[in-house]
């Protein structure tokens, strides 16, 4: 799935300390870095290309450290894992997102609760 590769070339560039990192393009991977961008994760991100498209991504940093500690990935492509809105759970007590891709599109435990939907559970990530 290219969701996993995204986010472990994102947590490379942290452990590495980089500035930016690459990624080929896809729209479900903009969409899950329009999420993580909305929740504080990134930076920035952009799209370059004409017929061969990557994403650059800026990362953040906050006094230094990086502004993501960890990630668990739970759906793969051989092992899809799906969640009820009432199965969700916090991760980490509230101080980390739980993401899901719905029928609303990347969405967060927390919005999953509010709009009673579920779906696909991504990763977890503080």
Known sequence: MSVIDLLIRIKNGYMARRELVESPYSKFRVSVLEKLKKLGY?????VSGEYRKTI???LKYKDGDPAIVDVKIFSTPGRRIYHSYKNVKPVKGGMGYAILSSSKGII??????????GG???FHIW
């Open 120 to 122: 696909e559970l991504l």
């Open 108 to 117: 967060t435990g927390s919005e999953a609760h509010k709009d009673h939907l």
């Open 56 to 58: 650059s991504i800026t």
């Open 42 to 46: 990134i930076q920035d991100f952009s």
